[in-house]
């Protein structure tokens, strides 16, 4: 069973339009971060989330993106208005500590049309 | 920001050894060490802190040289399992007092008959 899961698997929406992408993790961890990925690109950090708020964020995310953990399980990434070049695909990582080791979900495919 | 990996590229034969290299312009105090396969989400392999340890997994082992700022990946007697993209994270704390984890570009294995 994996350590967490995400939601959807694959997501096709209208540019300007605002998508959520879901992760869960299967047991309690302090440690939430998403990446995303550009096909046959680098995995590239976007957020981390510690204690219920964003601890670090790279340049990518700007104000089009946030997160929250709305009922404390579920890790939501919400993009505003999404742009062609935010087709991606998004994975969630958990961990249990600020340096353990990293669980990645499956991924979400974005694909903005 | 990002760590540099080398090569970019590798193709091996059935049982021959590789070295994937990866340093960083940053003071680093961990090095995360991953694998992705094609279509799927990367898979924790080893972490190193800083101390210039060594850690082995099988036939796959990574060294850390904190001074130069440098890991090592090294792959011996190489299976067909082995391919994939293999990704460092350097792990430092930013100015802002928080840990970060940022990815290198990657390096692609592939092992053939």
């Known amino acids: 069973e994996p350590e967490v899961t995400q939601t959807p698997s694959h997501q096709v929406t209208q540019m300007g339009q605002e998508v959520i992408l879901r992760c869960v993790p299967i047991s309690n961890h302090l440690y939430f971060y998403w990446y995303r990925q550009i096909l046959g690109q680098k995995v590239e950090f976007l957020v981390s989330?510690?204690?219920?708020?964003?601890?670090?964020k790279s340049e990518i995310f700007d104000d089009q993106f946030s997160v929250e953990r709305p009922d404390g399980s579920n890790f939501t990434l919400k993009i505003r208005s999404t742009k062609l070049e935010d087709s991606a695909m998004y994975f969630c990582a958990i961990g249990t500590s600020y340096n353990s080791p990293l669980h990645f979900g499956n991924g979400t495919r974005l694909t903005v049309t | 920001q990002q760590p540099v990996q080398s090569p970019q590229a590798v193709i091996l034969r059935e049982g021959e050894d590789a070295v994937i290299n990866c340093s960083s312009s940053?003071?680093?105090?961990?090095v995360h060490w991953y694998r992705q396969k094609h279509g799927e989400a990367p898979v924790f392999l080893m972490i190193l802190l800083k101390g210039g340890e060594q850690k082995g997994h099988e036939k796959i082992s990574a060294s850390f040289n904190e001074k130069k700022q440098q890991s090592s990946l090294y792959l011996t007697a190489s299976q067909l399992s082995y391919s994939g993209t293999y990704f460092c994270?350097?792990?430092?704390?930013?100015?802002?007092?928080?840990?970060?984890?940022?990815f290198g570009k990657g390096t692609k294995l592939s092992v053939i008959p």
């Open positions: 940053k003071a680093l105090y961990s």
């Open positions: 989330f510690y204690n219920n708020e964003i601890s670090e």
């Open positions: 994270g350097t792990g430092f704390w930013s100015g802002a007092g928080s840990y970060q984890l940022t």
